[in-house]
């Protein structure tokens, strides 16, 4: 009988259905062996060897897995896709190898992007050697965390009381944390004022311009900086007569974001869901290990730790279809929308985090999900099937409106959608400094055309300080900087909690004292 060994449980039970009565799928239930917490794991001056320790637990399971392959004719190493599963799969055929449990025995790596019959069966079919490549990139990574660590902890533990680690993601997570707090408390707010002007068409139409231009100059931000200029500015608006002096409409189009990645998924799931990294995470990698549809378990989505932006051809064609269904053939573009990732340090080759089949409609499978898993799946499925649409049209109209002096000047801005496209399905969620599309109409208007001046608005405004970090702002600012992979986000900054390095105050991360 052949031996696959996977990492979970859940995983084993469902590929052992796919692979029959020949194969004997075991878990390792992750990693198998780590190094140990004591000085000296890990000798730089030996060519940075590592000594490895199996707990007790793992004992258990490799003792299964050796006994297992005792009368195996090949050894499958089914980990997960990446180099966490590589690192696994790795240490899984050292330990046989210290227990003289490879002779005779044929190892061969096989991966699949999703947990489906035909994705394992293919994967099977077509097995590759263990990469050494993405196995060292894992051994460099795991000596300089636990060099740094061990290095920097010590210090910290000697001059800081009650801290209790240092890291090499978490620190400088922490870092981008406390400088963002350290703007907040520098930041001297600046008075400003802004004018709005009610209008009226000589057809009845009312609209609202702001004020642009006074006494001939234009108007910046902080130059109406008191109530004395916004009330000077408000008398001489309130008495002139104004005309519309120029219409400008432009079509503009607004195109579909990709579909996900681990950091966008984790973003957009903060955004509209409310959920944490870690919560984003463990909710995904339940989906991805299946669940019971139709008499039988499939994983309903591809494996959520990746930074690539791709889709399987397979996949886009059957996308495609869906949109022609639900939304009619105008809504599908002419050509299928390809998509290439712009992280600085992207590595991954996977696809990007989508519905094993795309058909599954979320209302079709809601009744075998928990609440968390089916509101993360309706995400992820719209989003996959957005990033398919057409574009959504819009037409923006710019007038400018001048008095009959021509030393006051407003504008008037507006959009009308003319064609919804993905927005019909789909919005992106926002970040604080991201400003919402203005949605505002504006009545018909002719150059030339007198208007009549119903009210004049002035506000008083402070500028306000960047701020404070959320989940979703400090991911996308961890990737935009190329720190750290985005399969450790959710874990790093529970480290940051669970430490009291910070809190969380309306889910935003304020640094602690120390």
Request: aromatic residues 8%; glycine residues 6%.
């Given at each position: 009988?052949?031996?696959?060994?996977?990492?979970?449980?859940?995983?084993?039970?469902?590929?052992?259905?796919?692979?029959?009565?020949?194969?004997?799928?075991?878990?390792?239930?992750?990693?198998?062996?780590?190094?140990?917490?004591?000085?000296?794991?890990?000798?730089?001056?030996?060519?940075?060897?590592?000594?490895?320790?199996?707990?007790?637990?793992?004992?258990?399971?490799?003792?299964?897995?050796?006994?297992?392959?005792?009368?195996?004719?090949?050894?499958?190493?089914?980990?997960?896709?990446?180099?966490?599963?590589?690192?696994?799969?790795?240490?899984?055929?050292?330990?046989?190898?210290?227990?003289?449990?490879?002779?005779?025995?044929?190892?061969?790596?096989?991966?699949?992007?999703?947990?489906?019959?035909?994705?394992?069966?293919?994967?099977?079919?077509?097995?590759?050697?263990?990469?050494?490549?993405?196995?060292?990139?894992?051994?460099?990574?795991?000596?300089?965390?636990?060099?740094?660590?061990?290095?920097?902890?010590?210090?910290?533990?000697?001059?800081?009381?009650?801290?209790?680690?240092?890291?090499?993601?978490?620190?400088?997570?922490?870092?981008?944390?406390?400088?963002?707090?350290?703007?907040?408390?520098?930041?001297?707010?600046?008075?400003?004022?802004?004018?709005?002007?009610?209008?009226?068409?000589?057809?009845?139409?009312?609209?609202?311009?702001?004020?642009?231009?006074?006494?001939?100059?234009?108007?910046?931000?902080?130059?109406?900086?008191?109530?004395?200029?916004?009330?000077?500015?408000?008398?001489?608006?309130?008495?002139?007569?104004?005309?519309?002096?120029?219409?400008?409409?432009?079509?503009?189009?607004?195109?579909?974001?990709?579909?996900?990645?681990?950091?966008?998924?984790?973003?957009?799931?903060?955004?509209?869901?409310?959920?944490?990294?870690?919560?984003?995470?463990?909710?995904?990698?339940?989906?991805?290990?299946?669940?019971?549809?139709?008499?039988?378990?499939?994983?309903?989505?591809?494996?959520?730790?990746?930074?690539?932006?791709?889709?399987?051809?397979?996949?886009?064609?059957?996308?495609?279809?869906?949109?022609?269904?639900?939304?009619?053939?105008?809504?599908?573009?002419?050509?299928?929308?390809?998509?290439?990732?712009?992280?600085?340090?992207?590595?991954?080759?996977?696809?990007?985090?989508?519905?094993?089949?795309?058909?599954?409609?979320?209302?079709?499978?809601?009744?075998?999900?928990?609440?968390?898993?089916?509101?993360?799946?309706?995400?992820?499925?719209?989003?996959?099937?957005?990033?398919?649409?057409?574009?959504?049209?819009?037409?923006?109209?710019?007038?400018?409106?001048?008095?009959?002096?021509?030393?006051?000047?407003?504008?008037?801005?507006?959009?009308?959608?003319?064609?919804?496209?993905?927005?019909?399905?789909?919005?992106?969620?926002?970040?604080?400094?991201?400003?919402?599309?203005d949605d505002r109409r504006l009545p018909a208007l002719a150059a030339g055309e007198?208007?009549?001046?119903?009210?004049?608005?002035?506000?008083?405004?402070?500028?306000?300080?960047?701020?404070?970090?959320?989940?979703?702002?400090?991911?996308?600012?961890?990737?935009?900087?190329?720190?750290?992979?985005?399969?450790?986000?959710?874990?790093?900054?529970?480290?940051?909690?669970?430490?009291?390095?910070?809190?969380?105050?309306?889910?935003?991360?304020?640094?602690?004292?120390?």
């Amino acid at each position: 009988m052949d031996v696959v060994i996977v990492e979970s449980p859940a995983k084993a039970k469902t590929i052992n259905k796919y692979l029959g009565p020949g194969f004997q799928v075991l878990a390792s239930y992750g990693h198998v062996r780590d190094l140990p917490s004591k000085d000296g794991s890990v000798k730089p001056d030996e060519d940075f060897s590592m000594i490895w320790e199996v707990d007790s637990s793992s004992k258990k399971r490799m003792n299964d897995i050796a006994g297992a392959v005792k009368n195996a004719g090949t050894l499958y190493l089914a980990t997960d896709p990446d180099r966490e599963g590589e690192a696994i799969s790795w240490h899984v055929l050292e330990i046989l190898r210290s227990k003289k449990g490879l002779s005779n025995l044929d190892v061969k790596r096989v991966v699949f992007n999703e947990i489906t019959k035909a994705a394992v069966l293919e994967a099977m079919a077509n097995p590759r050697e263990l990469d050494k490549e993405l196995v060292d990139a894992y051994l460099a990574r795991r000596a300089l965390d636990y060099l740094v660590g061990f290095t920097l902890s010590p210090v910290l533990w000697r001059k800081l009381p009650g801290s209790r680690s240092a890291g090499r993601v978490q620190s400088v997570a922490l870092r981008l944390v406390s400088e963002r707090e350290l703007e907040i408390e520098k930041f001297d707010p600046r008075e400003y004022w802004t004018i709005d002007v009610g209008l009226k068409t000589p057809g009845g139409d009312t609209f609202t311009a702001s004020l642009t231009h006074f006494e001939g100059n234009k108007i910046d931000k902080f130059d109406l900086n008191n109530e004395a200029a916004a009330s000077k500015a408000r008398d001489a608006i309130e008495t002139a007569t104004y005309s519309v002096d120029t219409v400008e409409s432009k079509p503009a189009r607004r195109n579909p974001a990709a579909p996900f990645t681990t950091s966008t998924l984790q973003q957009e799931a903060a955004r509209k869901l409310g959920f944490s990294a870690t919560r984003t995470m463990q909710t995904a990698q339940r989906l991805y290990e299946g669940k019971e549809v139709d008499g039988e378990t499939a994983g309903l989505i591809t494996y959520m730790r990746t930074d690539g932006v791709q889709v399987a051809a397979e996949a886009i064609a059957v996308t495609r279809d869906v949109i022609a269904e639900q939304f009619g053939d105008s809504y599908v573009p002419e050509a299928p929308r390809i998509y290439k990732t712009k992280a600085k340090n992207a590595q991954e080759a996977h696809e990007a985090v989508r519905p094993t089949e795309l058909s599954r409609r979320p209302k079709d499978i809601a009744g075998v999900l928990e609440d968390d898993e089916r509101r993360l799946y309706e995400l992820i499925w719209k989003r996959t099937i957005a990033s398919q649409m057409e574009s959504a049209q819009i037409e923006r109209t710019t007038a400018v409106i001048n008095s009959g002096d021509g030393r006051t000047g407003l504008r008037a801005t507006g959009s009308v959608l003319k064609f919804p496209g993905f927005l019909a399905l789909y919005r992106e969620g926002l970040d604080d400094a991201d400003e919402e599309a203005d949605d505002r109409r504006l009545p018909a208007l002719a150059a030339g055309e007198a208007m009549a001046c119903e009210k004049v608005q002035s506000d008083q405004h402070f500028t306000e300080p960047p701020p404070r970090y959320s989940e979703a702002s400090l991911v996308k600012k961890m990737e935009e900087l190329g720190i750290g992979r985005p399969s450790t986000y959710a874990s790093v900054l529970d480290v940051l909690r669970d430490r009291n390095y910070v809190r969380m105050d309306r889910n935003r991360f304020i640094p602690e004292d120390k």
